[in-house]
């Protein structure tokens, strides 16, 4: 399996603010401002370094796309592009049966949580190692559960296997970012993500195709694509690259929840009909949306709990 610390060398990644004089076991690093701070490249390439450890010692085979303070591939970082296309060459090119991003998160300073994408047009096999890392980081760190969710990150959408990216705390929050400064908290990451593939792997889940999950997009249709892919017409609830063209792996079918927005509606009157995924419901006085109308719900039932993201920046 593939470990990714994400960003390194010239790529800090979140920075997070901590008392200074903590103990962290990282490199000392301060902000712009000068006060004394985590970087998330160093909290991740730490993690990375203690789940390698842990899953070596289960007796995994695993390989880091980086094992320093530099780019995929330990090289000088030079583009995103070239550091992001380094690790996806080096698990490709392994042929691992599964790749881990590791990464921590930044948004406001009251943003707080664990949170594992896997890419939008995943296999199931991916969705089923995110749900069951996700679980296991929770239940480790007690912080809140952000959910299962879909991002069109390079590496989840050019890996050619299950691949994921875990998000474990959030850097820009004051007591996150303390949490990450601690040894002990970052190993306590590091097993959980190492007991969630645990759970995953003992499924005997069968290996999708070595394909990446799509090619392209275009903006034009082209006139073929490779053996294995079927073409698809990317939109409005597609992150991955909006108004064009994009070959999707052949056989794939978007499970309902994560494609269809949550209700469509509401209508004023009953529709003779709604589209395939979704249930009619009343709403009324309980229900703040469209009182006194139609709204088509989209059905859950017997899906698994799984967010939707559709952003596609990186992380
Ligand atoms: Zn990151």
């Known amino acids: 399996m593939a470990i ?32 004394t701070a985590v970087f998330e490249k160093d909290v991740n390439l730490d993690i990375g370094l203690r789940l390698d450890a842990w899953l070596r010692a289960q007796g995994g085979r695993t390989l880091l796309t980086r094992t320093q303070d530099l780019a995929g591939g330990d090289v000088p970082y030079t583009t995103e592009g070239a550091d992001l296309r380094a690790r996806v060459r080096i698990a490709n090119d392994a042929g691992v049966d599964i790749f881990v991003s ?5 948004l406001a300073a009251t943003t707080s949580g664990t ?26 760190l007690g912080l809140p559960d952000r959910g299962v969710k879909t991002a069109g990150f390079h590496v989840l959408r050019n890996t050619r296997m299950p691949a994921i990216l875990v998000e474990g705390a959030f ?22 993500i190492g007991r969630g593939i645990a759970t995953y792997s003992a499924q ?24 294995g892919y079927r073409l698809v017409k990317t939109g409005a ?16 079918r978007q499970p309902v929840e994560a494609v269809l927005p949550a209700t469509i509606g509401p209508w004023r009157t009953r529709p003779s009909r709604v589209p395939t995924g979704y249930r009619l419901v009343k ?31 990186a992380p």
């Open 171 to 192: 850097l820009t929050n004051p007591a996150e970012a303390l949490l990450l400064a601690d040894p002990a908290a970052r190993q306590r990451i590091a097993e959980a």
């Open 204 to 227: 005997g889940v069968t290996a999708p195709p070595a394909l990446a999950p799509t090619i392209g997009p275009w903006a034009t249709k082209p006139k073929s694509v490779p053996a």
């Open 4 to 35: 990714d610390p994400g960003h390194g060398g010239g790529d800090t990644g979140a920075v997070g603010v901590i008392p200074p004089g903590t103990v962290t076991g990282l490199p000392a690093r301060t902000d712009s401002a000068g006060r």
């Open 283 to 313: 709403t009324g006085r309980s229900n703040a949306v469209g009182r006194g109308g139609w709204l088509a719900v989209v059905n859950t039932a017997g899906s698994p709990g799984t967010g939707s993201s559709p952003g596609a920046a």
């Open 237 to 252: 609830t597609n992150p991955v690259g909006r108004g064009g063209w994009l070959a999707v792996i052949a056989g794939f």
């Open 115 to 140: 949170e594992t994408f896997h890419f939008y047009y995943s296999s199931a096999a991916a969705r089923l190692l995110a749900r069951d890392v996700q679980a296991a980081m929770v239940a480790a």
């Open 102 to 106: 590791v990464h921590n998160n930044a």
